[in-house]
């Protein structure tokens, strides 16, 4: 088992080293991009071209090593700071040093609409606290239309207990048999 890993799932640091450890011992379809989504990406960037899966394997393998050059001299750069999280800045100064500055423009384009999405999404998720409603009066307000729900429901049933059990007797029978207007008033007892 070690040695189908040792070659394809040993991960390498961006100077080509290799880095034995956790990551090391996992299979290599846990490190990398789910096949779907790059099948996906591929489909809509290339509608009308066949792409081998020998092309899909290789283009998934380079996006994943990608991910791993920038991900470790973003670490590198966070940690000569003497921070502790990665920032969006981090991985910015990475592509440049790296030589993938022509990618920085794009990356900030995502970055602020992932920005805004993440912001649309905190806005939505507190219009109950923007009501300008104090969440005691809601749980009052709430409390208030359950009672009035019970009562509707209550007040229907003895409207149906009394008026309700004679008036099925009254209509004539559809079915010709009468079995089911008996066991109406069977279930009708019940109450």
Same mark, same amino acid.
């Given at each position: 088992?070690?040695?189908?890993?040792?070659?394809?799932?040993?991960?390498?640091?961006?100077?080509?080293?290799?880095?034995?450890?956790?990551?090391?011992?996992?299979?290599?379809?846990?490190?990398?991009?789910?096949?779907?989504?790059?099948?996906?990406?591929?489909?809509?960037?290339?509608?009308?071209?066949?792409?081998?899966?020998?092309?899909?394997?290789?283009?998934?393998?380079?996006?994943?090593?990608?991910?791993?050059?920038?991900?470790?001299?973003?670490?590198?750069?966070?940690?000569?700071?003497?921070?502790?999280?990665?920032?969006?800045?981090?991985?910015?100064?990475?592509?440049?040093?790296?030589?993938?500055?022509?990618?920085?423009?794009?990356? @900030? *384009?995502?970055?602020?609409?992932?920005? $805004?999405?993440? /912001? %649309?999404? +905190?806005?939505?998720?507190?219009?109950? !606290?923007?009501?300008?409603?104090?969440? @005691? *009066?809601?749980?009052?307000?709430?409390? $208030?239309?359950? /009672? %009035?729900? +019970?009562?509707?429901?209550?007040?229907? !049933?003895?409207?149906?207990?009394?008026?309700?059990?004679?008036?099925?007797?009254?209509?004539?029978?559809?079915?010709?048999?009468?079995?089911?207007?008996?066991?109406?008033?069977?279930?009708?007892?019940?109450?």
């Amino acid at each position: 088992m070690e040695s189908e890993f040792s070659s394809s799932g040993s991960k390498r640091d961006r100077d080509g080293n290799s880095k034995d450890g956790p990551l090391g011992e996992q299979p290599d379809d846990e490190l990398t991009i789910p096949r779907a989504a790059m099948n996906k990406m591929i489909k809509e960037l290339l509608p009308n071209i066949r792409v081998a899966n020998e092309a899909r394997e290789l283009v998934l393998n380079c996006c994943s090593e990608f991910i791993h050059l920038i991900s470790s001299e973003s670490n590198d750069i966070c940690n000569n700071q003497q921070k502790k999280t990665i920032s969006a800045e981090h991985v910015l100064l990475a592509l440049d040093k790296l030589g993938y500055g022509d990618f920085r423009k794009d990356a @900030e *384009e995502v970055m602020t609409e992932c920005k $805004e999405t993440a /912001a %649309k999404r +905190r806005r939505q998720s507190n219009k109950l !606290e923007n009501l300008g409603i104090p969440e @005691e *009066e809601l749980l009052r307000q709430q409390q $208030e239309l359950f /009672a %009035k729900a +019970r009562e509707a429901a209550a007040l229907q !049933e003895m409207q149906q207990e009394h008026c309700g059990g004679g008036g099925h007797e009254a209509q004539p029978e559809g079915d010709g048999g009468g079995h089911a207007q008996d066991s109406v008033s069977e279930e009708e007892s019940e109450y």
